[in-house]
């Protein structure tokens, strides 16, 4: 390759990735972001549980690669009330039915 063409490949790889670096913000629908479905509060479900994770030198992201992926959830009639019981795992916090 010439001098040329090498210095006009650089200049374009280098146009490409600066143009590509846009800080806009994009207008987004929050219905899309919660996958169509309507996000009730806790006050309206009843509901309030948090997973919190507290990082340590032995329990954190590097050792467990899946700590911030959450834990199991269960629904299902437990009490036999004919209603929808709703089981959360925590990972340091106690389980919540």
């Not at 309030?48 to 590097?62: G, K, L, R, V």
């Not at 036999?80 to 709703?86: C, Y």
């Amino acid at each position: 390759m010439t001098f040329k063409i090498k210095l006009l490949s650089i200049v374009a790889i280098i146009t490409l990735v600066l143009s590509s670096c846009t800080s806009s913000k994009r207008d987004v629908n929050t219905e899309e972001l919660i996958g169509g479905l309507e996000l009730l509060s806790s006050e309206q479900t009843g509901i309030d549980f948090n997973n919190t994770i507290t990082e340590s030198t032995n329990f954190n992201h590097f050792y467990f690669s899946k700590i911030y992926s959450g834990d199991e959830v269960a629904i299902g009639d437990i009490n036999n009330d004919g209603l929808p019981d709703v089981f959360f795992c925590g990972n340091q916090v106690e389980d919540k039915l």
